[in-house]
Structures are given as C-alpha cells and as structure tokens.
C-alpha cells in the first residue's frame, strides 16, 4: 500500500540533479484558477508508471488513482 512517505521518496525534487525549466511564457496560462487543465508526464523509458492499457482501456494503478483523490 501507498502512503505519503513512499509517494515523496518516489517523487523527490532534486535541484542539483534537476534543472527543469517552463518551455512556455508565463503569460499563456493563469493555474491559480480553478478549472481543467490538460498535462502531459513523461517518464523514462516508458515506464508504466500509473497503470496498464488494456483492451484499449486505462487500467490505473495506486499511483495512477492519486490525481483523482484531489477531487
């Protein structure tokens, strides 16, 4: 089972190894309001790291169902 130990290990933010930065203008979007917004994650390799396609379906995994507890 998940909890938020293991979701932080698994999620860190290392400044030293990662030196991310926005590709868009500040401008182009305001997230401070309340809405839908549409991301995109990429992870490496591939990995299947929120859950399965099957039968062209999402089949969402612990870690797949977190956004979803925002609600």
Request: glycine share 6%.
């Amino acid at each position: 089972m998940l909890n938020e130990n293991t979701i932080q290990a698994k999620m860190s933010y290392n400044p030293e190894l990662h030196h991310r930065r926005s590709i868009r203008p500040e401008k182009m979007c305001d997230y401070s309001q309340t809405g839908l917004y549409f991301i995109t994650i990429c992870v490496q390799n591939r990995s299947r790291l929120f859950g399965n396609i099957t039968d062209g379906e999402m089949r969402l995994n612990e870690i797949g169902e977190i956004p979803q507890m925002a609600e």
